[in-house]
């Protein structure tokens, strides 16, 4: 849009949108501050050499100075700001004003033909260039992505912050993990954990993730302790849950282990999803995805059991969360890994992924 107002202009306002207008959007607090902002585009006119026919306002309202400035004579907008340029006008009108000349300037998209918004870039769903981050099957029959047997020594190297410790440490562990969590600037987006340990490790510590991925397993061993509340918070998935399906029982309300989630229901869809080791089902990758957007969304926290193993779904985690997640991973023989979810850690994981066949 600058190159396109500075091609058809000789002198060009640029409004650079402030908290009252943005403050509403997913994720406001990962938007720079406008003086950064500011500097980002005088940057990129001062490459053009356009700086000095450039000015800039801050943008509170649809309006700025468009409704007293008689010196603009245009207005550059896209089809879904055309409406404020419309007021913009009815405003000029009865002040007495000459009518803006708006030009519509098309909106870009992105690979899955959708528009390519800085707030889809936030929420994770696309990076800078409009690429959709996806999971991509080599055989449509499958439906699943199968980790290659040379890649599993390359994904035994932690994806990030190393928390390390023994199983015995684990409640020392957690609590560092929170306290880093805490500290972050700005405030983490959201918290992910992927396996039963360590996810447990953070609620005895009444700390409890926004997203919980667990298969009711340790080392492919079966918990037998872990309960976790089931539709009404009358039922729960017991040490009676196997591979094949689950085993539903009724258990009183007030126990220790599931009050600790606060009433929060683990659904029907939530305990029918599929994962086999060594693999990253499609389906069920989707369904991480649904539920990162149903916490952003409504701000409910999500509970997901796994049929099978749910390690490798720390990789699709990492790739569909939004940027300032953070998803949590124990590392076996290592301890708790934290990765701070980046454009460039998404990049990372996409690569990786496209190694699976």
Do not use: C
Not at 20 to 43: C, D, E, F, H
Not at 64 to 87: H, M
């Amino acid at each position: 849009m600058l190159d396109r107002a500075f091609e058809l202009a000789e002198k060009v306002s640029i409004g650079i949108t402030g908290e009252k207008i943005y403050n509403s959007k997913p994720l406001a607090n990962l938007i720079l501050t406008w003086q950064v902002r500011k500097g980002a585009v005088q940057q990129y006119l001062e490459e053009q050499k356009w700086l000095k026919r450039a000015g800039f306002f801050r943008l509170d309202d649809i309006y700025g100075p468009s409704i007293v400035d008689e010196t603009i004579d245009s207005i550059l907008v896209t089809d879904w700001t055309k409406a404020n340029a419309e007021k913009i006008n009815k405003v000029r009108t009865e002040h007495g004003m000459r009518t803006l000349r708006i030009i519509v300037d098309p909106l870009v998209r992105g690979d899955d033909g959708e528009v390519v918004t800085s707030e889809r870039i936030r929420m994770g769903e696309i990076d800078r260039e409009g690429k959709k981050y996806r999971l991509k099957v080599k055989s449509q029959k499958l439906k699943v992505l199968l980790l290659p047997e040379y890649l599993r020594q390359e994904l035994r190297k932690p994806l990030g912050r190393v928390f390390y410790g023994s199983v015995g440490q684990l409640s020392a562990i957690a609590k560092q993990v929170i306290e880093t969590i805490r500290s972050k600037k700005p405030i983490v987006t959201m918290v992910i954990s992927v396996g039963d340990i360590i996810t447990e490790s953070l609620l005895q510590l009444d700390f409890d993730p926004n997203v919980k991925i667990i298969d009711l397993r340790s080392r492919r061993k079966q918990i037998s302790n872990f309960q976790f509340p089931y539709l009404a918070g009358r039922q729960a998935v017991s040490d009676e849950f196997s591979r094949s399906k689950f085993q539903i029982k009724k258990v009183d309300s007030g126990q220790a282990r599931m009050t600790q989630f606060r009433g929060e229901l683990a659904t029907p869809e939530s305990i029918s999803l599929l994962n086999d080791p060594g693999t990253i089902n499609i389906k069920t990758a989707l369904e991480l995805k649904k539920s990162f957007n149903k916490y952003l969304k409504n701000q409910e926290k999500q509970l997901l059991v796994v049929r099978g193993e749910e390690d490798l779904l720390a990789l699709s985690s990492i790739l569909f969360a939004p940027l300032g997640a953070v998803v949590l991973y124990g590392q076996m023989d290592l301890g708790v890994v934290m990765v701070e979810v980046t454009e460039e850690k998404k990049w990372e994981v996409r690569e990786i992924l496209k190694r699976f066949i």
